[in-house]
């Protein structure tokens, strides 16, 4: 690597060449690189395991005031799996081509973010900053894959209380227009399966109410819902997509013959529901598409979440004036929205916790988890300036 490039820079390049990609991530060398990174800093480490196998790394910057609640800068170590015969580098070689675009799987999703936090405090320790409240940088594992062996049983540990957190900051998406996108909550996922039974017997009859003709029902009944709101969104330009539920059939599954007629079929369906709906009816609503086509039909959630804190955005609240506060001074234009996906920022938010998610990546095309996930040098380092000024606001807010 060139001994010109910004220090932040190979430290972000060092981060991505560490492979810990699903399905089986491998965390130990990536603790190690974050360790000797927080020390060259000046900042203290602790690695809690809940489960084996996947650690969650905890930097930290003593406040002057370390008894005021703290600062948490979040972010995952985890990336979801690539396919390299895809990609024009290979995804863990960081290669930055002669625009200074960074390519690795990790590189927007969200290794950048993670990095940025650590090289900001890197700056900000140098220039002899020092700040009311604690900070502390958390790196988890697994959430490319629910969180369940990372921030969803942390939150709930000891050493996650002794953190006491009053603000935190976690992961956005890149986007390619030139506004910032801010997210004060996100979409309740729902994953539902649908089994739907019938009489089976050979295919060469006429059998009458049979698991398929069920199916039929059931499956444009979501879909027919997907249709509305798809048209809701597309009529309105104030809305974004995380202001409509979206509903898409993602695996299907059945039958043993194609000669036999099945005895039962499964739809397992993706909803993601805004913060606004009420769940209860929107789950009645769901119940009763399923009880109008009559008997044979069972519903089962395979992952459901009722929680629907959002995060305020209310100019007279202390955490989002102070963040609104640095935008604003910076000249940034943003938009306030709910994130479309599922992130550790509602693990947060469960626990009432204000989190806001924020990846500053504008003018970069949408990536994560695509081919040649890229993220360039140029933009890299502007959201490293942005969270130079970020982190002292939140850090100070009195």
């Known amino acids: 690597m060139s001994t010109a490039e910004d220090i932040s820079v190979t430290s972000f390049r060092k981060y991505l060449q560490i492979n810990t990609m699903h399905p089986n991530p491998n965390y130990g060398p990536a603790i190690t690189f974050l360790q000797k990174l927080a020390e060259e800093i000046g900042l203290s480490t602790k690695v809690v395991t809940i489960v084996p196998g996947n650690p969650v790394l905890i930097m930290t910057w003593l406040g002057k005031q370390p ?10 170590m985890d990336v979801v799996p690539v396919f390299p015969e895809n990609w024009t ?13 960074i390519y690795a799987r990790g590189a927007q999703d969200m290794k950048c973010v993670g990095i940025q936090y650590v090289e900001a405090v890197r ?4 220039a002899n900053e020092t ?15 629910n969180g369940s062996k990372g921030m969803k049983p942390f939150v709930h540990t000891q050493e996650f209380k002794d953190l006491n957190v009053g603000f935190a900051l976690d992961e956005g998406i890149a986007v390619p227009e030139s506004i910032y996108q801010v997210y004060y909550a996100e979409r309740v996922k729902w994953w539902l399966r649908v089994t739907c039974s019938g009489n ?26 997907r249709e509305e709101q798809k048209k809701k969104l597309e009529s309105d330009p104030k809305l974004s997509l995380g202001d409509v539920t979206t509903v898409n059939m993602t ?48 519903t089962e959630f395979i992952d ?7 995060t305020s955005i209310d100019e007279n609240d202390r955490w989002w004036k102070s963040f609104s506060g640095v ?6 234009e943003y938009q306030t929205k709910v994130f479309l996906g599922a992130t550790d920022a509602r693990y947060l938010r469960e626990l009432g916790l204000p989190a806001i998610g924020f990846s500053p990546m504008i003018n970069t095309p949408q990536l994560l988890h695509d081919h040649d996930e890229f993220l360039n040098e140029k933009v890299y380092l502007r959201g490293l300036e942005i969270y130079c000024r970020l982190i002292p606001a939140l850090a100070n807010s009195a």
């Open 67 to 76: 008894n005021l609640p703290s600062i948490l800068l979040n972010s995952h």
């Open 89 to 101: 580098y290979d995804p863990f070689s960081a290669h930055k081509d002669e625009k200074g675009n």
């Open 123 to 126: 700056r900000l320790k140098k």
């Open 131 to 145: 700040f009311l409240r604690t900070i502390h940088i958390l790196f988890v594992p697994d959430e490319e894959v």
């Open 200 to 225: 089976p017997g050979h295919g060469s009859k006429f059998i009458e109410n049979t698991a398929a003709e069920k199916f039929q029902k059931v499956v444009n009944k979501f879909l027919s819902f």
């Open 251 to 298: 695996i299907i599954s059945g039958g043993v013959q194609v000669n036999v007629v099945p005895a039962e079929l499964r739809a397992d369906f993706d909803i993601r529901i805004p913060p606004t709906v009420d769940l209860d009816d929107f789950q009645k609503t769901l119940e009763s598409w399923c009880t109008e086509i009559g008997s044979g039909i069972k």
């Open 304 to 310: 459901i979440y009722k929680t629907r804190n959002m």
């Open 327 to 332: 935008m604003k001074e910076m000249n940034l």
